[in-house]
């Protein structure tokens, strides 16, 4: 089955400076890509998205690349600040046609958690 | 706009108790998903349903069943609970090929 890899497990970074999250997956049939930040406690929240047709997507300080060669995803944050602060989880999946579309389940990272300094 | 519902929030249970917990899709949303989370880990699939049949199948333990109705509200069922169970349950839904959204979650903690 399909294996997501994360790192780092934790990042740090100065308020301002810009956040590299890399992620790497196992099963080449994996063609969907979200990436979801999550709060202590609260719900995973989807920041950004990517299918496989294409090679990169921005979103205002957040952007997302994706490598299908090399099975590999990043998220990438510009000017950090603190309220980037929690933990940011990749994840990927297979969109199942068959079902009239339905997305399959999806496979997360372990997790990065991110601390923006002031 | 409307998110995914979920109740109760909070459920304290003793060991080899039941629990059930219920899940309300965002409207016009086909699949409902349900993940496990325990204390610093990632969530976990548990099962999920496509116009109301399972659709997939993860981690999930037999004495766990699920269920979705004609309302497509779906419904976690968790028998002879145990200390392990305690978690964060999250049910997600999406539509055709689009995202899934997260509902706010039910805390379980099992004594």
């Known amino acids: 089955g399909e294996n997501v890899e994360q790192h780092p497990s934790t990042l740090s970074v100065q308020e301002g400076d810009s956040a590299v999250i890399k992620c790497t997956y196992s099963?080449?049939?994996?063609?969907?890509f979200p990436w979801y930040k999550q709060e202590l406690g609260k719900r995973p929240q989807l920041i950004i998205d990517?299918?496989?047709?294409?090679g990169e997507k921005k979103d205002q300080r957040i952007a997302v690349t994706l490598n299908k060669t090399a099975k590999h995803f990043s998220l990438h944050i510009t000017e950090t600040q603190p309220e980037d602060s929690a933990v940011y989880f990749c994840a990927a999946s297979i969109g199942y046609a068959g079902y009239g579309g339905s997305q399959g389940n999806l496979i997360f990272g372990k997790g990065t958690k991110l601390s923006v300094k002031p | 706009a409307a998110g995914v519902i979920q109740s109760p929030r909070h459920l304290i249970k003793e060991k080899r108790e039941t629990a059930t917990l219920k899940c309300y899709p965002i409207p016009r949303h086909d699949t409902v998903y349900w993940y496990q989370q325990g204390p610093g880990q990632d969530p976990q699939f548990l099962i999920s349903f496509y116009e109301k049949m399972q659709s997939d199948k993860g981690s999930i333990p037999d004495r766990f069943s699920a269920q979705q109705f004609s309302d497509y509200h779906s419904e976690l069922n968790m028998s002879s609970l145990e200390l392990g169970d305690s978690a964060l349950y999250f049910c997600?839904?999406?539509?055709?090929?689009?995202?899934?959204?997260f509902g706010p979650g039910t805390r379980l903690t099992v004594l």
């Open positions: 990517i299918r496989s047709n294409v």
């Open positions: 099963d080449s049939a994996s063609n969907y």
């Open positions: 997600a839904s999406s539509a055709p090929l689009s995202s899934q959204y």
